[in-house]
């Protein structure tokens, strides 16, 4: 191969690197909203209704928060700050 299809070849590589990245993060991100759902159901509702859709909240749970001190939500729920991240989610 040339320069060229070398360099095509090591994207197709890298693409198909990241396409199995992106499934195991979606699919993780919504274990984790099973696993909120389960134990915090109220909260859980409460997020999804403000969010719009479950695949919403699960991404918007694991983006960094600055209310929680820079920790995503799942983080936050994982020190046991709840009412922080009922504070969060209502807008308090």
């Not at 134990?39 to 409460?46: D, G, H, I, P, Q």
């Not at 999804?48 to 920790?71: D, F, P, T, V, Y």
Request: proline content about 0%; hydrophobic content about 45%.
């Amino acid at each position: 191969m040339n320069m060229m299809g070398d360099q095509i070849e090591s994207f197709r590589e890298i693409v198909s690197e990241i396409s199995k990245a992106e499934v195991l993060r979606d699919t993780a991100r919504l274990r984790a909203l099973d696993e909120f759902e389960a134990n915090s159901s109220t909260l859980a509702r409460v997020a999804i209704a403000n969010l719009g859709s479950r695949e919403r909240a699960a991404r918007w749970m694991c983006i960094k928060q600055k209310r929680l001190a820079g920790r995503c939500v799942y983080e936050a729920l994982a020190e046991g700050d709840l009412d922080d991240v009922w504070d969060l989610i209502v807008g308090n």
